[in-house]
Antibody
Framework: QVQLVESGGGVVQPGRSLRLSCAAS????????MHWVRQAPGKGPEWVAI????????HYADSVKGRFTISRDNSNNTLYLQMSNLRGDDTALYFC??????????????WGQGTTVSVSS | DIVMTQSPVLLPATPGEPASISCRSS???????????LDWYLQKPGQSPQLLIY???NRASGVPDRFSGSGSGTDFTLKISRVEAEDVGVYYC??????????FGQGTKLEIK
């Protein structure tokens, strides 16, 4: 079945780095744009980043621009989020999500269960 | 930045009765191509968000037809024709017109009376 599974979360000190992965199965990853969305404890979702189907276009929320990098390996059906210079306000449950379209803005129709990132000294 | 404002924040609903949620944007979400870049999501307790409505009024695959989306420009509405117990959770609207800053509303929590 169509599925997204995130991994790579954990507890990390401020200023350190972490890389999240999102393994896709049941569909052809290369056909869809992909997103990262995060949700801080007790808060609503916050959109983080999007990458087009072929990786040629990437966009970021202002809160992570210059610190986070989204990438994809379509041959291995995997999406990534490289996070650097982490801060306390990056603490959240991080979801990957599939866009209905190749370029984005089609609605996020498949979501993973999320991986937790906790930034603390 | 486009600000999304939902109302009400808390929605007590009666099973079998209709319910509606309003979402207003600080700027028009109507693109020159005729699409309204507004989606609706439901996050059930302990679950990931799920897409209900995309581009303002299109029901996502597998979504019951008791859910409908309407509106254009800056004013949008999500309607549930007959609330069921499984509809509890937090509903979010989200605009995708402004790239790269997609923004969610603050959420509307639907609970059963």
């Amino acid at each position: 079945q169509v599925q997204l599974v995130e991994s790579g979360g954990g507890v990390v000190q401020p200023g350190r780095s972490l890389r999240l992965s999102c393994a896709a199965s049941g569909f052809t990853l290369s056909t869809y744009a992909m997103h990262w969305v995060r949700q801080a404890p007790g808060k609503g979702p916050e959109w983080v980043a999007i990458i087009s189907y072929d990786g040629s276009n990437k966009h970021y929320a202002d809160s992570v621009k210059g610190r986070f990098t989204i990438s994809r390996d379509n041959s291995n059906n995997t999406l990534y989020l490289q996070m650097s210079n982490l801060r306390g306000d990056d603490t959240a449950l991080y979801f990957c999500a599939r866009d209905r379209s190749a370029a984005g803005r089609g609605g996020m129709d498949v979501w993973g269960q999320g991986t937790t990132v906790s930034v603390s000294s | 930045d486009i600000v999304m404002t939902q109302s009400p924040v808390l929605l007590p609903a009666t099973p079998g009765e209709p319910a509606s949620i309003s979402c207003r944007s600080s700027q028009s979400l109507l693109h020159s191509n005729g699409h309204n870049y507004l989606d609706w999501y439901l996050q059930k307790p302990g679950q990931s968000p799920q897409l209900l409505i995309y581009l303002g009024s299109n029901r996502a695959s597998g979504v019951p037809d008791r859910f409908s989306g309407s509106g254009s420009g800056t004013d949008f509405t999500l309607k549930i024709s007959r609330v069921e117990a499984e509809d509890v959770g937090v509903y979010y609207c989200m605009q995708t017109l402004e790239t790269p800053l997609y923004t969610f509303g603050q959420g509307t929590k639907l609970e059963i009376k």
